[in-house]
């Protein structure tokens, strides 16, 4: 069964310090790997995506994941941190072809201090 | 494009009423899933259609709830009747490779 972990649910960082959140995930084949973002009392958006390829992939708003087979991780990482990156941030598996049944991990919320 | 959009954005209720949530695609994409999210519970997935035919419903709570999709832009989920405990963000995705999420429809059943 596939499954996703998001070891930190709390995070807090200092304003412009660097980020990195930790995603493992258990797949039994080449999975599609995504990052969600969701500020509160908003809906969830897409901050990247890894299909193939390079396994360091850029996103939107400064943020990169890069892909380790080997770990079975997807971390996230931005080397600056704003205040308006105050959210919840969650990693997701889904099968090629997919965005189709993926499975959420449990979400970190990350806190900036000014 | 406009992205997924969902209404109403809040729905107050009282229990016992009937509730519908709405949820209009992007167009383009062939699957849309409707979830839940709590504070306890988290990112629930209740129900996905692939080309308007409902694929799995296993994680529908109980049969109050109901979900539709007679065209491939438009999908509603039905609660009836509602209870205090249905309370939650109720989240409309869709996707052909990639989820995209609507903003939610926050109820609150009193």
């Known amino acids: 069964a596939q499954s996703v972990t998001q070891p930190d649910i709390h995070i807090t960082v200092s304003e412009g310090a660097s980020l990195e959140l930790r995603c493992n995930y258990s797949?039994?084949?080449?999975?599609?790997l995504f990052w969600y973002v969701q500020s509160p009392g908003q809906g969830l958006q897409l901050l990247l995506k890894?299909?193939?390829?390079?396994?360091l992939v850029q996103g939107i708003k400064g943020f990169e994941a890069e892909f380790k087979r080997s770990q079975s991780s997807f971390n996230l990482r931005k080397p600056s941190v704003h205040w308006s990156d105050a959210a919840e941030y969650f990693c997701?598996?889904?099968?090629?072809?997919?965005?189709?049944?993926?499975?959420f991990g449990g979400g970190t919320r990350l806190m900036v201090k000014p | 494009d406009a992205g997924v959009i969902q209404s109403p954005r809040h729905e107050v209720t009282e229990m016992g009423q009937e509730v519908t949530l709405r949820c209009k695609p992007i167009s383009g994409h062939d699957y849309l899933f409707w979830y839940r999210q709590t504070m306890m519970r988290g990112l629930e997935l209740l129900i996905y259609?692939?080309?308007?035919?409902?694929?799995?419903d296993s994680g529908m709570p109980e049969d109050r709830f109901s979900a539709k999709m007679p065209n491939a832009s438009f999908s509603t989920l039905k609660i009836q009747p509602s209870e205090p405990r249905d309370s939650a963000v109720y989240f409309c995705a869709s996707s052909y490779d990639t989820q995209y999420f609507g903003p939610g429809t926050r109820l609150t059943v009193l």
């Open positions: 259609f692939n080309n308007n035919v409902p694929i799995d």
């Open positions: 797949y039994g084949a080449t999975p599609y």
């Open positions: 997701a598996v889904g099968p090629p072809r997919a965005g189709n049944m993926l499975t």
């Open positions: 890894y299909f193939s390829g390079d396994t």
